[in-house]
């Protein structure tokens, strides 16, 4: 699991062998692939990208083409230990909803995302006075998939609301693993292990 | 690769889902690649409504090359270096299966005597085959179109015979529309007063205008509208001008009218008819108590499942309904939606993402 990128990675360690796992927003199949030949995990994925799914379908992992908004609705509950959803909350129409039904299908779910409050965004926005490029937002204002930029302080607040609870957390700066001091400045993403409060 | 037609007897009556029964089925099937000594690495597809056996070997009619020889044989997506793969002509249909042109007891060809049959029976008689070659378990049902009905009835009915299950362009159902343009085949079948009431196997003319218009209109329906415009546009045949009269002025005329009758050399009427019914009649839900996640309930299969996009007889929205009731069912599944410009028939073209799904989903 070498290969994985750093949140993938955490999520690789921690998640339980020959469990059950649906990672939304796949990809290319990279964490469905090492659960897959590490853990002996029945790994399930969804994409929307076609070439992703094509490309995870190849390798032999069990991957659908779909939208989560729309066909996460189509899984009963519980129907998998753990549901993941690295760096795509961001992307959801609603993420508050996507959240709710990410605690629905699985029993746990890991969510990693950018953190926009990252001393590099706020610098970029108060002294540049412009959308912050970085390389975890690589994607210029007009083009990005991103639609609701969160802070670790807000997604915090959000799973409070939703009577989610945090059982562990982990944060990223330059693909490596920080402490948990001030992570709202020093962080660039952030990774959640949650469960239904 | 041979072309020989080879034909087993069915040791027993053929029981089928209209009632009674059918005795002394034939089934003829073509084989490919070796069956491991554990008979672990046996593959059955299923052909298609106006398919047949001849998968990767030269048709015995036509002279042409097998229907999906693009895609399997010695290191292609489906390596016959590796797997066995069987596939029999469905009963009903007439490359040597029984059908309504075979012999009845009284000798005479079967012609409308012949029972209505379903996509069950037909994959039935394909189990009963399966028995009689000593292949317990499939490593794999694969097909397209009425051949991923198969599959997907295989893997509802006989969950325990085959690891994965493997459907292109399919759909779980016979929609409305699909219904309509089938029973436009069979009027125009039936509205040829050469079909005789099916009785026409001893007569001087065959009921070809009529088999001919039915295969010009389902030809219709397996190409998509950019498809047809790019290959024939509005362009003439052979000609500088339109002739003013009912000739094949345009391409796209020649093209279907070459279709028609090249069909009815290698197909016959009785059997266009009773393959459309089947698969008019086929609703993998409805054999399920209305539900079609309870038609994988017991399956233990990964199935994979492939629309294209320019694919409007058997929608992506198909596929997705079929997704949908193997996720409530927790089988592992596999879906995607590829990008190909030909419409339904895409499943038999040149499509590298097909390729790569296909091996993909059969080596993993």
């Known amino acids: ?197 | 690769m041979s072309a020989d037609v080879t034909r087993l007897a069915l040791p027993d009556p053929l029981p089928l889902d209209g009632g009674g029964v059918l005795d002394q089925v034939v089934i003829a099937y073509q084989t490919y690649g070796e069956l491991a000594a554990d008979g672990s690495n046996a593959i059955l597809l299923c052909h298609a409504l106006s398919g047949d056996q001849h998968v990767a070997s030269l048709h015995p009619v036509t002279g042409r090359p097998g229907w999906w020889s693009r895609m399997v044989g010695p290191g292609k997506p489906i390596d016959t270096d590796r797997f066995h793969v069987v596939c029999a002509n469905v009963i009903g249909s007439c490359m040597g299966s029984t059908g309504p042109a075979s012999a009845a007891e009284d000798g005479a060809p079967f012609a409308m005597r012949f029972p209505v049959i379903t996509i069950r029976d037909m994959v039935r008689a394909h189990i009963a085959l399966l028995d009689a070659l000593g292949i317990e378990r499939l490593h794999a049902v694969v097909g397209g179109s009425m051949g991923g009905m198969q599959a997907l009835s295989l893997a509802a009915n006989w969950p325990e015979r085959a690891g994965r299950v493997l459907a292109i362009a399919t759909s779980s159902r016979h929609s409305a529309q699909n219904i309509a343009f089938h029973e436009l085949g069979r009027q125009a079948i039936m509205a040829d007063p050469a079909w005789s009431g099916g009785d026409y196997y001893s007569a001087q003319i065959q009921p070809a205008a009529g088999l001919a218009v039915a295969r010009m209109a389902a030809h219709i329906t397996y190409l998509s509208e950019a498809a047809l415009t790019g290959k024939f546009g509005r362009n003439l045949q052979d000609r500088e001008a339109k002739s003013f009269g009912f000739d094949a002025d345009f391409q796209v005329e020649s093209y279907l009218r070459h279709q028609g009758s090249g069909f009815t050399r290698r197909f016959d009427a009785n059997s266009y008819l009773y393959i459309t019914r089947a698969m008019d009649y086929f609703d993998l839900a409805e054999e399920h108590g209305g539900l079609l996640a309870n038609a994988f309930a017991q399956t233990g299969a990964r199935f994979c499942l492939v629309s294209f996009d320019s694919d409007w007889l058997y929608p992506t929205a198909e596929s997705r309904h079929l997704v949908h009731a193997l996720n409530a069912s927790g089988a592992p599944v596999s879906f995607v939606e590829l990008s190909a410009p030909h419409g339904h028939d895409s499943f038999l073209l040149d499509v590298p993402a097909l390729d790569r799904v296909v091996k993909g989903f059969l080596d993993g």
């Open chain 1, 1 to 197: 699991m070498a290969d994985l990128r750093p949140d993938l990675a955490v999520i690789a360690d921690h998640i339980r062998p020959h469990s059950r796992v649906l990672d939304i927003g796949c990809g290319d199949g990279a964490l469905l692939a090492a659960l897959r030949d590490g853990k002996q995990v029945d790994a399930r994925g969804m994409e929307i990208d076609g070439g992703c799914v094509e490309r995870c379908v190849a390798q032999g992992l069990s991957v659908v083409q779909g939208d989560a908004g729309r066909d996460l609705a189509e899984y009963p509950g519980a129907s998998f230990d753990y549901a993941v959803l690295s760096q795509t909350l961001q992307t959801a129409s609603r993420p508050d909803r996507m959240l709710t039904e990410l605690l629905r299908v699985g029993r746990r779910a890991f969510v990693s995302f950018p953190n926009f409050a990252y001393w590099r965004m706020r610098s970029s926005l108060l002294l540049a006075g412009r959308m912050p490029v970085t390389r975890a937002l690589p994607v210029s204002w007009y083009e990005t998939q991103n639609i609701h930029h969160m802070t670790v302080k807000d997604f915090e607040q959000l799973a409070s609301d939703l009577d989610v609870r945090l059982e562990r957390r982990w944060f990223f700066t330059r693909e490596r693993p920080i402490r948990p001091a001030a992570a709202n400045w020093r962080a660039e993403s952030a990774l959640y292990e949650l469960q239904r409060g």
